[in-house]
């Protein structure tokens, strides 16, 4: 490796101006390689939290060479973790050399020569060593899917650890990512992969696998970073899937200069307060489009303690189209009657569920529509958009306890629930 270190004065787009960086170029090949560095936000904190080093080429005639083409130079595994190296060391010498405090560098590791090449931790010993950089503030990012040896990829995981770095998951649920690996690498972070970040833009179906994804990142210790978020669209499915942090284009594309302290607070800032506006006026349709229901499921649930016909209390539900079931739960939260469908709804049931459509003897307890309605007897309780499993539909269910005589009963309606899936 080259211990030539070069400086140029670079051309910073943000103040249309030309600055002295001192930017540190090193050879390789016939380019010339430097870094720029993407910031990585914390939502809660809105602001900068980390930077990923990213390695920017120019071919001799000053042209651009894409990272692409320059890792295509390597002919075999040694000469891979060479520019692996150098580009880690790069992207460390010109991160100290820029006023930071406590931010993260995150620096990819090519997993594919770690694996063929075997090499030990020294090379990243000494780079900590000889940076100055304390190893709590170095990232190690790892394409998990790259790599097919697990207990070689632990080993190695081990080692960062114990030199004081953290390790994230990089490009998760890209190619064959899978939980297997999350709950045996135990990452700090994990990275999720910017295709599935823009579906979940398109999608609410996908923004909700979205949602449980990070719930289970969150439930195995890690924390989150959505990346490629482009659009403001992206920004706030971000932040209502609840990642940590988030990194793309449209909060600051790569630069060789590290980006003010506060310089997006602002921006994070309209963000979370669009989230708010757009969880009340959630709230506020949902109670809007439930209102006429509610008052006809409250004249079921009064003609049902008189009559104790269920079919005959439905039938004035049923006159609303959104209405699919209705059903009654005892105290222990046990289905005591069939499920009464609603005659339209009979068109739309699928052979495919049938042994899901018996709700008879089924104990529904630990579901929010029955214990939140024990805790408020007399109460409509109007639950949040779920998948049922009777018919694997979307739906809201209102529910409401009552007596009947010594023993409490629970009224349910099912309402089909279309929220643009």
Sequence with gaps: MSDLIFRSTLYDPNNNSSLDSSAIFRPYHDSMLTSHFQPIYSIAHRRAIGYEGLVRAKLPNGSPQSPAELFALPDNGQEMLELDRLCRTLHVENFTRQHSSHEWLFINLNGQSLISEQPDI???????NTSGLPPH??????????INDLARLQHFIDNFRQLGCLIAIDDFGAGHSNFDRIWQLEPDIVKIDRNLVRQAGLSKRVERILSGIIALLHEAGSLVVLEGIETEREANVAIAANADMMQGFYFARPAAELLPHTGKSNKIDLLLNTQRHLHTQQRNTRQQETRLIQQLFQRAVGEFTQHKDLQQSSAQLFSDPRTARSYLLDEAGCQITNSIYAPRHHSKIELRFAPLLCGNHANWSHRPYHYRALERPGTTYVSKPY???????MCVTLSQAFRVGSDIRVFCCDLDWNDNA
């Design 122 to 128: 020294g090379f990243t010993q000494r780079l900590i």
């Design 137 to 146: 503030r170095l990232v190690i990012e790892i394409l998990e899917n790259e």
């Design 387 to 393: 998948l049922s499993v009777a018919d694997s539909q």
